[in-house]
């Protein structure tokens, strides 16, 4: 009973002061995301200590983002995912592997270069594998509120991303096996596959399913119940039997649904508990995480040399290959920026390197730096790069004037 108790404590703390900041961050021409974070940062540990992260409140910030994917996965415009799926493959691609090789050569600068095989050579090398996560959570929310997630740019970022992390999930694996002879990375190879395989069939299945339920009944509020147990399948299946993350099978869950004549009624009555509570949750637990005790001069060096090189790659590798694919100079680095955000996948491999010996505790403050600087910039970004610019939602951008 007392940890229910203290959990509606915490929720009116979070809720309310994530509204604040959400909407002094909107006076200040930020996006309100910027604020909710802020939030967190405030009233968890590293300054008034009001609330600290629990179990609970990660669960309900996991859900957050998986509410999160699924109406990104909703509001995407499937013609247009199609036509930017080969570019946002290898934008992914290249979005990996460059903050990859950053992350080893800063490691190794600071600490040295190991041989292959020795302990130095596979904890630089788990220092890039952390950089090629990438947090569409916080992307995907900057884009509503901006207007632009159904957009071309919008749609290859979030395409991109969602690539970015099932690739860097396998790079994760690949880094695991060769330091642990027992494992197989190939097995996750084999899973991803699967995954793919098991998302064209159920969503074919799931499709025709919900055509035929919504068209004997329209509008109904069974359409977005019935909707939500698919996201919420899906996430479980992605996660549970093929080791893909959980936003992955959420993002499936809504594309699935995208084309259906009641699609943006289904992501409405998402809206509403993303947008009231479980969103804030989500964004605030990101500022809950951080605690700056036990900072040395040393390791307050490499830590903002660690998230200099973290988004500065990404940026890089990302902007340039859309420069590439023909998209205008002013377009290019959008799709940079989108993706340098670090969320929760950045602290799923530092915790899991952690638990194999591949990461010092010390430097699980970087990742969280990491985190709130690129969580805070890239909507601040975005906003700057897409000012001038017609939405094409206005209802996104009227619901997060509300």
Aim: proline share 3%; hydrophobic share 50%.
């Amino acid at each position: 009973m007392e940890t229910t108790i203290e959990l509606f404590k915490d929720l009116a703390i979070i809720i309310l002061a994530a509204k604040v900041c959400g909407i002094w961050a909107k006076k200040l021409k930020a996006p309100q995301v910027v604020g909710e974070i802020l939030a967190g940062l405030i009233i968890g540990p590293s300054l008034l200590g009001l609330v600290e992260q629990s179990d609970i409140l990660a669960a309900m910030a996991e859900i957050g983002v998986v509410l999160l994917m699924f109406g990104a996965g909703l509001e995407t415009n499937f013609k247009e995912l199609l036509k930017t799926g080969p570019k946002a493959l290898l934008i992914a691609v290249i979005g990996v592997f460059v903050p990859l090789g950053g992350g080893f050569l800063l490691y190794g600068c600071f600490y040295g270069f190991g041989a292959v095989g020795t302990e130095e050579f596979y904890r630089a090398l788990f220092i890039g594998t952390i950089m090629t996560a990438t947090s569409v959570g916080i992307t995907v929310q900057t884009l509503k509120e901006l207007g632009h997630l159904k957009g071309e740019i919008g749609t290859l970022i979030v395409s991109a991303a969602i690539i970015d992390d099932v690739i860097g999930i396998i790079v994760l694996t690949f880094v695991i096996g060769m330091k642990n002879p027992d494992s197989n990375p190939l097995d996750v190879v084999k899973n991803t596959g699967f995954f793919f395989l098991f998302c064209v069939l159920a969503g074919i299945i799931c499709y025709y399913v919900f055509k035929y339920i919504d068209k004997r009944h329209p509008h109904q509020r069974r359409i977005p119940i019935l909707g939500l147990a698919l996201c919420m399948v899906m996430a479980y299946c992605a996660e549970h039997f093929f080791g893909i993350a959980d936003i992955t099978g959420a993002y499936v869950a809504g594309l699935i649904l995208c084309n259906l004549r009641d699609s943006e009624y289904i992501a409405e009555k998402m809206d509403i508990s993303s947008y009231m509570l479980f969103g804030p949750v989500f964004f605030a637990s990101i500022g809950l995480k951080t605690e700056f005790s036990g900072f040395t001069g040393g390791l307050l060096v490499f830590s903002l040399l660690f998230v200099a090189v973290a988004l500065l790659t990404k940026i890089i590798g990302c902007g340039i290959i859309a420069k590439l694919f023909g998209y205008k100079m002013r377009d290019s680095p959008k799709v940079g920026v989108g993706m340098m955000t670090r969320g929760e996948v950045a602290l799923i491999v530092a915790q899991k390197g952690l638990s194999v010996g591949l990461l010092d505790p010390l430097y699980f403050t970087s990742v969280i730096l990491l985190i709130i600087v690129s969580s805070i910039l890239t909507p601040i970004i975005m906003k700057i790069l897409f000012r001038g610019e017609e939405p094409h939602s206005e209802g996104a951008v009227q619901k997060a004037e509300a």
